[in-house]
């Protein structure tokens, strides 16, 4: 989704925030910045990680009022 | 003269057009009409297939014979599967035949696959470069398969193992039967009206191949071929590549393999991020290293400098006094004591600039450490800052009065400066 970054997102600033680090141009207080961005997201995917669980809906039609899109549960 | 001495044996003939027959040793499908049909006590059955233009002996052995399903049937057009060897006795084209299927089982279905197929080569639908990339982090996967089968169980559970964030939309359709072909159609654009799915699973778990003909169907494939987002093909049966294989963006041959190509390993993720922590944490490291290094070596050199350009000083001096009279030694002597009494002062108040420059960068380096996951702030650190959320390095940044946060190992602080010592 384009709205929240998704761990994918996350996993590819965090490589870019690396190799900005490691690039000696870099100052030290955008290197600070840099850092304290990395952190965050670092924490951000490990905690995506962690409370992670599969969610399964089944995608309803409703025949009866032109089609309404429903989702529900997947009984299991 | 010929050279009959080089002559062939009949036997050679023989031996050598059997050689070169069954050289290719694949069996080969070959559609004719039966005739001539014959069955021995022995079990063994002998029969001709003939079309228009010509006709060719088959033998067919007992052990083939009795896995056949339907009795071979005089005048029935049939398939049948076999390779093509010389009995040598008469050095005669025999065509061994394993199996026979009435063409009216097989022919229709696969007349129609064969001209599906032929349609959609011809409208480019099977082109490799239309096949698009699998997004490599999907997060909402649409699974187009029957709720009741086995193929959505496969993907929960792979799913659930591997890269359990994901969420699912299952839209049921039947795979099989008269129904199938339209209501997977309708299964394809209802996907249509669902936000941001990442890519889609279409399938079945295994059947036979005449369970597979909804996925043979032009309108599936053509859908498939329409559809906005990746699609990932999983019909689970080896052996039969169905159309909508050929179609999709992707061909897994069974469900739980589709879910695999569709989500990544959650151990290959965690070993990225383990990877992408330690560089991080690393590289800061090392970057403040580098500073410090190099705020000691300036204050060395500009130490160094200074006492060189105080000698230098000197040792002019000296070698002035040494040339001018005695008498002059006297003024002399007052600004080497001048010069004496500056380097004392020089040097020490130089030291002390570098060492609150030094200092300034340790302080900087402390606040990095106290954002460190390795470095944990439960140690007893703290990071304090200003409404801002600039750091507070100095006491001199801490006014009497004002508030700042500090922030500890669990959450932050709100806190206001009591008084402050530099």
């Known amino acids: 989704m384009a709205d929240t970054p998704t761990l994918g997102d996350d996993l590819k600033r965090l490589e870019d925030i690396v190799r900005r680090l ?47 899109i429903r989702l529900v549960p997947l009984d299991e | 003269m010929p050279d009959f001495d080089a002559a062939w044996t009949v036997s050679h003939l023989a031996q050598t057009l059997k050689r070169r027959v069954e050289a290719d040793g694949a069996p080969i499908w070959v559609r004719g009409e039966l005739t001539g049909v014959k069955r021995y006590a022995s079990g063994h059955c002998y029969f001709s297939l003939r079309d228009d233009m010509a006709r060719v002996d088959c033998t067919m052995w007992r052990s083939s014979v009795a896995r056949l399903r339907s009795p071979l049937e005089e005048g029935s057009v049939v398939y049948a599967l076999g390779h093509a060897s010389v009995w040598e006795e008469r050095t005669a084209l025999r065509f061994n035949v394993s199996q026979v299927l009435p063409a009216s089982a097989v022919g229709p279905a696969a007349q129609e696959a064969e001209r599906v197929k032929q349609l959609l080569l011809r409208d480019g639908l099977l082109d490799p470069g239309r096949k698009r990339p699998v997004p490599e982090h999907a997060t909402r996967i649409a699974v187009i398969t029957s709720v009741a089968g086995a193929a959505v169980r496969d993907i929960i559970t792979v799913a659930a193992r591997r890269w359990p964030g994901v969420e699912l939309f299952v839209i049921n359709s039947s795979v099989q039967g008269a129904t199938a072909a339209a209501e997977l159609v309708a299964a394809l654009d209802l996907l249509c009206h669902l ?33 906005a987002i990746p699609v990932i093909s999983a019909v689970g049966h080896e052996v039969d590549v169905t159309l909508a294989d050929l179609v999709a963006d992707l061909r897994a041959a069974t469900p739980s393999q589709a879910a695999e ?162």
């Open chain 2, 261 to 422: 190509f569709a989500l990544p390993d959650r151990r290959d993720v965690e070993v990225r991020l383990d990877r992408a922590r330690r560089r991080l944490v690393g590289v800061t490291a090392a970057l403040l290293r580098a500073r410090s290094d190099r705020v000691e070596r300036t204050r060395d050199r500009m130490g160094s400098a200074l006492v060189e350009r105080v000698r230098r000083a000197e040792r002019r001096l000296l070698a002035a006094s040494g040339r001018l009279a005695p008498a002059l030694a006297r003024r002399v002597a007052g600004p080497r004591e001048h010069l004496a009494r500056i380097e004392s002062r020089l040097l020490p108040a130089m030291r002390r600039r570098l060492a609150a420059v030094d200092a300034q960068g340790r302080a900087l380096a402390a606040s990095l450490n106290a954002l460190s996951p390795l470095a944990v702030l439960g140690r007893g650190y703290a990071v304090a800052r200003d409404p801002d959320g600039r750091l507070l390095r100095r006491a001199a940044q801490f006014t009497p009065g004002s508030p700042f946060t500090l922030t500890v190992s669990d959450g932050t602080v709100a806190a206001r400066t009591e008084d402050s010592h530099g």
């Open chain 1, 22 to 68: 490691e690039d000696e141009e870099t100052g030290l207080e955008s290197a600070l910045e840099l850092f304290e961005e990395g952190v965050t997201r670092l924490r951000s995917a490990q905690a995506r990680l962690a409370d992670a669980e599969t969610r399964v809906n089944q995608v309803l039609k409703d025949s009866s009022d032109g089609g309404t």
């Open chain 2, 195 to 227: 936000e941001a799915i990442d890519c889609c699973i279409i399938g079945r778990g295994g059947g036979s191949k005449e369970d597979l003909v909804a996925f043979n169907d032009e309108s599936v494939c053509r859908a498939i071929a329409a559809c």
